[in-house]
């Protein structure tokens, strides 16, 4: 589930990183960056220095250097908009089922999607983030699932049940091929819920009030700020191939209640590593060792217990 939450979290720079890294002498193509993930991606990449165009159906309120209005569906306006690019970020989509209908939803996120990378390739970009979202996983909108083991890494088999979790798992199979027949480097970030200072409580309540929700989601989220500086750190894309990665907080949105939750939906679900039951459910260690993502926003309530300790209990 990738949620359109966005807050006003600060846009702090982490791990010593100055505004200007990185992006000097790049411009960067963004679908949907007018979006609310999408106008804080334009604003980290412009913090650290990239020059950026925005394609969307909607003014970004000046946040990129250049807006184009146009349609994710129109191939060949893409890559004409696309021409003096030479990295992309495409975001654009509709964000959940029910939000459109299922076949509405299909041509956008899936014909979409393909469309933005046939028009990527004929303009020679190489270097691409797409956003992907936990729902590819089969969380959140379908049943709930039962994962192997946990914390789920990027080893668990995708199974949606939902067309916006399709949606997201034939963008990566589209990406996959893409990327071996053109020699692509695409990274594809599987994103939680995203929430900020202005939506954390409310989404908090939601899932108090849902105990169902939060165990289908696994209690997880990413703040707005986090996913977007994982967005521009995956940019550079120096792995070949189109490789997924979880992005998501270091801790969980349970309010202390993780060890209640984890016996009563996921009952005999084999715990690997050292884990915390205040850490996340879902494990970002790709994402770390492959571009150096590390949560820096934390809205959850830490606990002690470790999970191995739950489970012998």
């Given at each position: 589930?990738?949620?359109?939450?966005?807050?006003?979290a600060?846009?702090?720079?982490?791990?010593?990183?100055?505004?200007?890294?990185?992006?000097?002498?790049?411009?960067?193509?963004v679908?949907?960056?007018?979006g609310?993930l999408?106008?804080?991606?334009?604003?980290?990449?412009g913090?650290h220095g990239y020059?950026t165009?925005?394609?969307?159906q909607v003014?970004?309120?000046?946040?990129?250097d250049?807006?184009?209005?146009?349609?994710?569906?129109?191939?060949?306006?893409?890559?004409?908009?696309?021409?003096?690019c030479?990295r992309?970020?495409?975001l654009?989509?509709?964000?959940?089922?029910g939000?459109?209908?299922?076949?509405?939803?299909?041509q956008?996120?899936?014909l979409?999607?393909?469309?933005?990378?046939a028009?990527?390739v004929?303009?020679?970009?190489?270097?691409?983030v797409?956003?992907?979202?936990?729902s590819?996983?089969?969380?959140?909108?379908?049943?709930?699932?039962?994962?192997?083991?946990?914390?789920?890494?990027?080893?668990?088999?995708?199974?949606p049940?939902?067309?916006?979790?399709?949606?997201?798992?034939?963008?990566?199979?589209y990406?996959?091929?893409?990327?071996?027949?053109?020699?692509?480097?695409?990274?594809?970030?599987?994103?939680p819920?995203?929430?900020?200072?202005e939506?954390i409580?409310a989404?908090?309540?939601?899932?108090?009030?849902?105990k169902?929700l939060?165990?289908?989601?696994?209690w997880?989220y990413?703040d707005?700020?986090?996913?977007?500086?994982?967005?521009?750190?995956?940019?550079?894309?120096?792995?070949?191939?189109?490789?997924p990665?979880?992005?998501a907080?270091?801790?969980?949105?349970?309010?202390?209640?993780l060890?209640?939750?984890?016996?009563?939906?996921?009952?005999?679900?084999?715990?690997?590593?050292?884990?915390?039951?205040?850490g996340?459910?879902i494990s970002t260690?790709?994402?770390?060792?492959?571009?150096?993502?590390?949560?820096?926003?934390?809205?959850?309530?830490?606990?002690?217990?470790?999970?191995?300790?739950?489970?012998?209990?």
């Amino acid at each position: 589930m990738t949620s359109p939450n966005e807050g006003s979290a600060p846009w702090a720079a982490a791990g010593g990183e100055t505004s200007a890294d990185h992006g000097a002498g790049h411009r960067v193509g963004v679908t949907g960056g007018s979006g609310r993930l999408g106008r804080a991606v334009l604003q980290e990449l412009g913090n650290h220095g990239y020059a950026t165009t925005n394609f969307d159906q909607v003014p970004d309120g000046n946040l990129a250097d250049e807006y184009v209005r146009g349609d994710i569906l129109d191939g060949e306006h893409v890559a004409r908009w696309l021409k003096g690019c030479d990295r992309l970020i495409h975001l654009a989509a509709i964000p959940a089922p029910g939000s459109a209908s299922a076949d509405w939803l299909t041509q956008v996120n899936v014909l979409g999607t393909y469309r933005v990378l046939a028009a990527a390739v004929s303009v020679g970009i190489s270097q691409i983030v797409v956003a992907s979202s936990v729902s590819a996983l089969g969380l959140a909108w379908g049943r709930r699932f039962l994962p192997a083991y946990l914390p789920i890494d990027e080893a668990v088999p995708l199974s949606p049940e939902d067309e916006y979790g399709v949606s997201k798992q034939v963008n990566e199979i589209y990406a996959a091929t893409f990327a071996r027949r053109h020699h692509l480097r695409i990274a594809l970030l599987r994103f939680p819920a995203i929430v900020g200072l202005e939506t954390i409580e409310a989404f908090r309540a939601q899932l108090a009030g849902d105990k169902e929700l939060g165990a289908r989601m696994l209690w997880s989220y990413v703040d707005i700020a986090d996913a977007a500086r994982a967005c521009r750190l995956a940019l550079p894309g120096e792995t070949p191939g189109a490789h997924p990665y979880y992005i998501a907080a270091g801790d969980n949105l349970a309010g202390g209640e993780l060890e209640a939750g984890l016996r009563e939906y996921f009952p005999g679900v084999v715990f690997r590593g050292n884990f915390a039951s205040g850490g996340s459910l879902i494990s970002t260690a790709a994402a770390q060792a492959a571009f150096g993502y590390r949560p820096q926003v934390a809205w959850g309530t830490p606990s002690a217990p470790s999970c191995n300790q739950i489970r012998e209990e």
